[in-house]
């Protein structure tokens, strides 16, 4: 089975730290995403990448950063949390033997207070 | 640029009851369609997938979904509703093998006994 692990289930952080949020993923994906879902807004595109050392912006990348220096793992970073990036953070993997479809970790809820 | 809509935020059944979700995409191209399942706490997880081979795909716990050109529709459905078919259901539409995914804003299914 394809497995994307997201590091962290469940953080706390306060206002103004950096947040590190970890992804792996075994399937030798050359594309990797971060999602943010929020309730009422389903998810939303923050930054993917389709190679090591590549990213692209989705909808929403102001006050995330992204850096992808080795093919299997892709980490979001928050510069300075903020209340309002309190979410649910969910990473993806994409690519051979899968095609297009997309896998995804089982989630990192951030709290930020 | 591609979409989906899902309309309404919330759909509730009784148990054994039929499950319809409705999804209808945009696309300039010829589109691929997925259905994924969110269970409470845990990331999303692939129902089903259309790409091309047949209108009428069948996927994982007696789910299926079918595509229809001219109504630019790709709803999900399960003839008897079960009590662990609670979750939330995301539609999504890609347009190409290697192209990221836009996914609509969600539907939680709720099942009554």
């Known amino acids: 089975d394809v497995k994307v692990t997201q590091s962290s289930r469940y953080l706390v952080k306060r206002t103004g730290e950096k947040v590190f949020l970890e992804c792996v993923q075994d399937m030798d994906h050359e594309n990797m995403f971060w999602y943010r879902q929020d309730p009422g807004l389903g998810l939303r595109l923050i930054y993917f990448?389709?190679?090591?050392?590549?990213?692209e912006k989705g909808d929403i990348p102001e006050g995330y950063s992204v850096s992808r220096e080795k093919k299997e793992r892709f980490s979001l970073i928050l510069e300075s949390a903020s209340t309002n990036q309190t979410s649910m953070y969910l990473c993806?993997?994409?690519?051979?033997?899968?095609?297009?479809?997309?896998?995804f970790g089982e989630g990192s809820w951030l709290t930020v207070v | 640029a591609q979409s989906v809509t899902q309309l309404g935020s919330h759909v509730s059944v009784s148990e054994g009851a039929l499950v319809l979700l409705r999804c209808n995409y945009s696309s300039s191209v010829p589109p691929y369609l997925f259905w994924y399942v969110q269970y409470p706490n845990q990331g999303l997880q692939l129902l089903l997938k259309?790409?091309?081979?047949?209108?009428l795909v069948k996927g994982i716990n007696g789910f299926e979904a079918e595509f229809k050109k001219s109504e630019t529709s790709f709803h999900l459905t399960k003839p008897s509703a079960h009590m662990s078919d609670a979750a939330e259901y995301f539609c999504?539409?890609?347009?190409?093998?290697?192209?990221?995914?836009?996914f609509g804003k969600g539907i939680t299914l709720s099942v009554r006994p």
């Open positions: 990448s389709y190679d090591v050392k590549m990213k």
């Open positions: 259309y790409t091309s081979a047949a209108t």
């Open positions: 993806a993997g994409q690519g051979k033997p899968s095609g297009n479809t997309i896998y």
């Open positions: 999504a539409v890609a347009t190409g093998a290697n192209s990221k995914l836009t």
